[in-house]
Every structure is written in structure tokens, then in C-alpha cells.
T-cell receptor
Framework: QKEVEQNSGPLSVPEGAIASLNCTYS??????FFWYRQYSGKSPELIMS????GDKEDGRFTAQLNKASQYVSLLIRDSQPSDSATYLC??????????FGTGTRLTIIP | SAVISQKPSRDICQRGTSLTIQCQVD?????MFWYRQQPGQSLTLIAT?????????ESGFVIDKFPISRPNLTFSTLTVSNMSPEDSSIYLC????????????FGPGTRLTVL
């Protein structure tokens, strides 16, 4: 079965520090990966997509993909209290559908 | 991106009844999906809504329980039939706007409570 795995947390990070969120996936053939942010009581909001090995930066967010290790991560620099949310990792296993991980709950401590 | 709306935003229903959830997208999308998110859990795909034909259901979900319609490229409905308290959940629709990427955008969700 094709799976996406995340540490459920909670992960607590001081304000201003770097938050690092990790995700592994089971299918080496996966081509596309996504990070969504979900605030409590809200729907998932797309933060980043990444398709190629290496880093992709967007403002304070950096996604990192290592296909050989089947590993994708999200770094949040200069963490803010507004970054406190659940972060969902998702992968496409080649069938136009997304498989989601269980999510990591992140708390930024002022 | 796409702006997706859902109606109703929430509802409280009695067991044995049915509820139809509507999903409207502000632009044409190539694919639409329905997910369920149970309290404290991640998203589980129920089905892919196919325009003009029967939906494609994931393992564990059946058409009799979750009938889905998609009459055009911007609208879909999900019905939760013969509800039980175990159906209490958030139901989310999503759309994929670009056939060259796998990015999905989500509606705000429908919070369903079954008594």
C-alpha cells in the first residue's frame, strides 16, 4: 500500500527559530509532493509543491526533496506564532490523486 | 488557483436521514474530489467525481452510501445516505485546475454531526 508518513508531533519551536517538518513516502516512483497548512477548524491551504530533487524556496518556506531517500521536508524560517497549525504532507503516486500523511501539529512559542 | 465554496458549512442531522453537500468552483477544473476528515485525523479520499459519469470510489466507500454527481465542470454534490453517528466528520471537496500538475485546492469543508 502506498503511504505517506509524518511525525504527528506536537512539535514546539520558539518564535524566530527554524521549524523543520519531515515526511517519508513509500513509492519510489512518486513524482510530485505537496505541503498543506491547516489551521484548526479550517480547510487545507497549499503552501508548497515540489517536483524535482533539491530545494525550493518561497519566502520563509523551503521545501526539500530527496527522491533517493524518499524523503521530503519543509523548513520554516523565522517562525511566527501565526505558523502554528497542522502541516500535511501529500504525494501523488502517479494516479492523479493525492495521498496525505497524518499531519504534524506545529506550535510556535512566543 | 481556484476558489471553491461548499454548502452547507455545517449541519446537525438525525440518524437514518441523508444530507447532500454542494461544491461550486469559480472556474473549470479538470478533476474534482471528495474527502472525509474525521476529528484529529488526516484526509481520506472518498471518490473522484467524474463529469457526466459515475464517480470512482476508493476502497471502503460505496456509491449507495455516498452517491456523487458532477453535472458540469464546476459543480459537484456528495450525498451522505442513511447517516449514523460514525458519519460525523468534515467533508471536503477539492479541485485540480491544471492537467499538467497535481495541485489540488480545497473548499472550506462541511462539518457534519449525526445524532
Amino acid at each position: 500500500q502506498k503511504e505517506v508518513e509524518q511525525n504527528s508531533g506536537p512539535l514546539s519551536v520558539p518564535e524566530g527559530a527554524i521549524a523543520s517538518l519531515n515526511c517519508t513516502y513509500s513509492d519510489r516512483g512518486s513524482q510530485s509532493f505537496f505541503w498543506y497548512r491547516q489551521y484548526s477548524g479550517k480547510s487545507p491551504e497549499l503552501i508548497m509543491s515540489i517536483y524535482s530533487n533539491g530545494d525550493k524556496e518561497d519566502g520563509r518556506f523551503t521545501a526539500q526533496l530527496n527522491k533517493a531517500s524518499q524523503y521530503v521536508s519543509l523548513l520554516i524560517r523565522d517562525s511566527q506564532p501565526s505558523d502554528s497549525a497542522t502541516y500535511l504532507c501529500a504525494a501523488n503516486f502517479g494516479n492523479e490523486k493525492l495521498t496525505f500523511g497524518t499531519g504534524t501539529r506545529l506550535t510556535i512559542i512566543p | 488557483s481556484a476558489v471553491i465554496s461548499q454548502k452547507p458549512s455545517r449541519d446537525i442531522c438525525q440518524r437514518g436521514t441523508s444530507l447532500t453537500i454542494q461544491c461550486q468552483v469559480d472556474s473549470q477544473v479538470t478533476m474534482m474530489f471528495w474527502y472525509r476528515q474525521q476529528p484529529g485525523q488526516s484526509l481520506t479520499l472518498i471518490a473522484t467525481a467524474n463529469q457526466g459519469s459515475e464517480a470512482t470510489y476508493e476502497s471502503g466507500f460505496v456509491i449507495d452510501k455516498f452517491p456523487i454527481s458532477r453535472p458540469n465542470l464546476t459543480f459537484s454534490t456528495l450525498t451522505v445516505s442513511n447517516m449514523s453517528p460514525e458519519d460525523s466528520s468534515i467533508y471536503l471537496c477539492s479541485g485540480k485546475t491544471d492537467s499538467s500538475t497535481d495541485t489540488q485546492y480545497f473548499g472550506p469543508g462541511t462539518r457534519l454531526t449525526v445524532l
